[in-house]
């Protein structure tokens, strides 16, 4: 089992192809002998933060609601896996924890109960975040495999990356960041 990767970004190389994980960046978030789990941090969903509150009934006035969409209505979903697409997370800096709060790395946490969400929803949640559904899974020994593939780059994440960085250009900032251009990747799987 490779060690320390938990809280790395696992970066697609062009030899997954255009499938569900092409060009996506993944924050690593638990892997041990059962298996690895991660989220997708670049794929966004048609839907708002404020849509998914609102739509969970998390207001309890009017003046609230309207605070929130006011905060929220541009603040997009991400799609972060194929693997339960219902399940929420909610990844946030350290300035706060809750009920089910996992700790990923010195820079974020993840929180998974609704109590994040409600206080999110009155004003009172953590500075940056953010919601994510589903989540990408591997096997024990799956990753392995996969990176010395060469199917994954690692890389260290940085917080304004992950919530300040716009989906699209999260690959190419991820790939800079380690000294990668998209043009020095191949398809063709290998080994020098």
Not at 3 to 10: A, R, T, Y
Not at 171 to 192: K, T
């Amino acid at each position: 089992m490779i060690d320390d990767i938990v809280g790395k970004l696992l970066i697609a190389t062009p030899s997954l192809g255009e499938g569900f994980f092409h060009d996506s960046v993944v924050l690593l978030c638990q892997h041990d002998d059962e298996g690895s789990m991660g989220l997708v941090l670049n794929k966004p969903q048609p839907i708002t933060v404020f849509e998914v509150l609102d739509d969970m009934a998390l207001f309890e006035t009017e003046r609230q609601k309207g605070i929130a969409q006011m905060k929220f209505e541009e603040q997009i979903v991400y799609e972060a896996g194929p693997v339960d697409a219902y399940r929420g997370f909610v990844l946030h800096e350290l300035d706060k924890t809750y009920d089910s709060t996992m700790r990923i790395c010195s820079d974020f946490n993840l929180t998974t109960s609704k109590d994040v969400l409600e206080l999110i929803a009155h004003g009172k949640g953590p500075k940056r975040f953010n919601l994510l559904l589903g989540y990408a899974g591997w096997e024990a020994g799956q990753l392995e495999d996969e990176l010395m593939q060469n199917d994954w780059l690692l890389a260290t994440p940085s917080k304004d990356m992950v919530f300040a960085t716009e989906p699209e250009q999260m690959w190419a900032m991820a790939a800079r960041g380690i000294g990668f251009e998209r043009s020095q990747l191949s398809s063709q799987v290998g080994h020098a």
